[in-house]
T-cell receptor
Framework: KAGVTQTPRYLIKTRGQQVTLSCSPI?????VSWYQQTPGQGLQFLFE???????NKGNFPGRFSGRQFSNSRSEMNVSTLELGDSALYLC????????????FGQGTRLTVV | DAKTTQPPSMDCAEGRAANLPCNHS???????VYWYRQIHSQGPQYIIH???NNETNEMASLIITEDRKSSTLILPHATLRDTAVYYC??????????????FGAGTQVVVTP
């Protein structure tokens, strides 16, 4: 079956702009989690959605937001971009949120200039 | 705060077993030990998980000490494709932890010919 698809793969934005990233989970999976990966901080949890509801949230400012649609596809939005938001953004999907069967996408590489 | 401690790097000869240690001295009774790996520029990949018994699958074996304060991931016959960062994570399987793994710095494993 198809894996987790993240679009776009690469993105360049200017400071102050906003950006929306998309994640299509594996068919049948209802949980989508988002992570930010930077060289300095490593992989950090942003938030997790399950059946269109945000179930868990990490310690990121309110500029980072997300949503999940009825077909389980998820989007994350970052407003008022800062240089420090440059990172690889990864999403993971699983049937119920547990990590025994979680699958990560290839990520979206965001560069803020 | 990180719940696990791993060596930052290790080398392994191709064809030999790779033994990756992880210390999780503050693990609680309902926390599982998970191992993931991340090959350069890809999303993390699930390897194996366990609670207290040793586990084996087609990728690796997981040995957890009796007091559960440490574990070892064993890659029985390392190949060049096993070069990656390996993450040891402890987490419960309760709803409030689903989706939000706390990744540490991991161990960079380099398999050499």
């Amino acid at each position: 079956k198809a894996g987790v698809t993240q679009t776009p793969r690469y993105l360049i934005k200017t400071r102050g702009q906003q950006v929306t990233l998309s994640c299509s989970p594996i068919s049948g999976h209802r949980s989508v989690s988002w992570y930010q990966q930077t060289p300095g901080q490593g992989l950090q949890f942003l938030f997790e959605y399950f059946s269109e509801t945000q179930r868990n949230k990490g310690n990121f400012p309110g500029r980072f937001s997300g949503r999940q649609f009825s077909n389980s596809r998820s989007e994350m939005n970052v407003s008022t971009l800062e240089l420090g938001d440059s990172a690889l953004y990864l999403c993971a999907s699983s049937a119920d949120g547990g990590f025994t069967e979680a699958f990560f996408g290839q990520g979206t590489r965001l560069t803020v200039v | 705060d990180a719940k696990t401690t791993q060596p930052p790097s290790m080398d392994c000869a191709e064809g030999r077993a790779a033994n990756l240690p992880c210390n999780h001295s503050t693990i609680s009774g309902n926390e599982y030990v998970y191992w993931y790996r991340q090959i350069h520029s890809q999303g993390p990949q699930y390897i194996i998980h366990g609670l207290k018994n040793n586990e084996t699958n087609e990728m690796a074996s997981l040995i957890i000490t009796e007091d559960r304060k440490s574990s070892t991931l064993i890659l029985p016959h390392a190949t060049l494709r096993d070069t990656a960062v390996y993450y040891c994570i402890v987490s419960t399987m309760t709803t409030d932890s689903w989706g939000k793994f706390q990744f540490g710095a991991g161990t960079q494993v380099v398999v050499t010919p």
